[in-house]
T-cell receptor, first 115, second 116 residues
Framework: GAGVSQSPSNKVTEKGKDVELRCDPI?????LYWYRQRLGQGLEFLIY????????KSGLPSDRFSAERTGESVSTLTIQRTQQEDSAVYLC?????????????FGQGTRLTVV | AQKVTQAQTEISVVEKEDVTLDCVYETRDTTYYLFWYKQPPSGELVFLIRRNSFDEQNEISGRYSWNFQKSTSSFNFTITASQVVDSAVYFCALNAGGTSYGKLTFGQGTILTVHP
């Protein structure tokens, strides 16, 4: 597709269950980022991928959160044993290169609700 | 550490009014980049502008203009003659800390509502 695609767009899960969120970046984009947006707040950085490697995982809130990227393309963010505080919109972004001044293109996000 | 503050949580204006969205940032780095993004109801963030710390020239793009002042660590965004389609959440963001990649620190966002 032309833009960053995320699926599912909405996910409701029970507390304690595991969830997987998917991000398809723009084809050819080497850098990929995950952010979390809690209700009424700005975006919090979670993790950055360059190719299939994650040089910066500093934003992952706990060891329940993990992410991987394969084929220098699709990325999956996994949250294990979900908690209510995990409820948020999870946004993925990609950029052609990983420059500090590079424009990032964002997906529409996955709205996760933990009940 | 980096920080971005958007003091205005919500702004409501009537169409054709001018509106300024404030952004104040904190960083100890001398090289950094500032961004504005728009988040319409559909959810995806749309890039509006990028400015580096060495370029203090103001910029105008159609009805949009940006005022960057290093002396006050501010990067304010003005929409002239606002339109209903401008209704969205606007985020100011900073890339600093010596990172060579696009890790952004975002402000809390300003919800702009333009009434017809």
């Amino acid at each position: 597709g032309a833009g960053v695609s995320q699926s599912p767009s909405n996910k409701v899960t029970e507390k304690g269950k595991d969830v997987e969120l998917r991000c398809d970046p723009i084809s050819g984009h080497t850098a990929l980022y995950w952010y979390r947006q809690r209700l009424g707040q700005g975006l919090e950085f979670l993790i950055y991928f360059q190719g299939n490697s994650a040089p910066d995982k500093s934003g992952l809130p706990s060891d329940r959160f993990s992410a991987e990227r394969t084929g220098e393309s699709v990325s999956t963010l996994t949250i294990q044993r979900t908690q209510q505080e995990d409820s948020a919109v999870y946004l993925c972004a990609s950029s052609l290169v990983a420059g500090a001044d590079t424009e990032a293109f964002f997906g529409q996000g996955t709205r996760l609700t933990v009940v | 550490a980096q920080k971005v503050t958007q003091a205005q949580t919500e702004i409501s204006v009537v169409e054709k009014e001018d509106v300024t969205l404030d952004c104040v940032y904190e960083t100890r780095d001398t090289t950094y980049y500032l961004f504005w993004y728009k988040q319409p109801p559909s959810g995806e963030l749309v890039f509006l502008i990028r400015r580096n710390s060495f370029d203090e020239q103001n910029e105008i793009s159609g009805r949009y203009s940006w005022n960057f002042q290093k002396s006050t660590s501010s990067f304010n965004f003005t929409i002239t003659a606002s339109q209903v389609v401008d209704s969205a959440v606007y985020f100011c963001a900073l890339n600093a800390g010596g990172t060579s990649y696009g890790k952004l620190t975002f402000g809390q966002g300003t919800i702009l509502t333009v009434h017809p």
